[in-house]
């Protein structure tokens, strides 16, 4: 069955970075859009990013752009997440979710077109 474990969550200073992994297993890896998603407390689960098999890029919110970087090695079956000055309003925990797509495609910012996601990663950042 599919599988998708995140790592690479903790607790940094505002201005600090971190980068997050997300392996997948049980699918084929290459054709499936991956895209990360982020719960803040008290608050609904939002999109970060998503990258198409091709490597097609969208970032989800304008508060990221600039600061978070979105890439895949299909090789290792591998999603990353590289945040870097990170700021308090970041913190949250973040989730990996993948679906099949026939092409690199637009509107996968929401998170009810994915049925296949991790168990989550915390990322908490202190002022």
């Known amino acids: 069955q599919v599988q998708l474990v995140e790592s690479g969550g903790g607790s940094v200073q505002a201005g600090g970075s971190l980068r997050l992994s997300c392996v997948g297993s049980?699918?084929?890896?290459?054709?499936?859009?991956m895209a990360w998603f982020r719960q803040p407390p008290g608050k609904e689960r939002e999109g970060v990013a998503y990258?198409?098999?091709?490597?097609?890029?969208?970032y989800c919110t304008d508060s990221v752009k600039g600061r978070f970087t979105i890439s895949r090695d299909n090789a290792k079956n591998t999603l990353y997440l590289q945040m870097n000055s990170l700021q308090p309003e970041d913190t949250a925990m973040y989730y990996c979710?993948?679906?099949?797509?026939?092409?690199?495609?637009?509107?996968?910012?929401?998170?009810?077109?994915?049925?296949?996601w991790g168990q989550g990663t915390q990322v908490t950042v202190s002022s």
């Open positions: 979710a993948t679906r099949f797509v026939l092409a690199d495609s637009l509107g996968y910012c929401d998170p009810g077109r994915f049925a296949y």
């Open positions: 049980g699918y084929m890896y290459s054709r499936h859009l």
């Open positions: 990258i198409g098999p091709n490597g097609g890029i969208t």
